[in-house]
């Protein structure tokens, strides 16, 4: 498991509701770009780790 999910690891009831929603909705979303576009996994992570670096 990626270290960031260790030190960042929802509660049991924080992983139900829209926790568990917004995490199934961006894992649909990451995988419909790379059947859309053939986009390679790494391009697809950095988009996400870009993303991610506006919420830091």
């Known amino acids: 498991m ?19 929603l ?10 419909a770009l790379k059947e859309d576009t053939n986009c390679p996994n790494e391009i697809i992570a950095s988009g996400l780790r870009a993303v991610a670096a506006e919420w830091d």
Request: hydrophobic share 40%.
């Open 22 to 31: 917004f995490w199934e909705n961006v894992h649909l979303a990451a995988k």
């Open 2 to 20: 990626p270290k960031a999910f260790e030190e960042f690891k929802f509660t049991d009831d924080q992983k139900t509701g829209a926790v568990s």
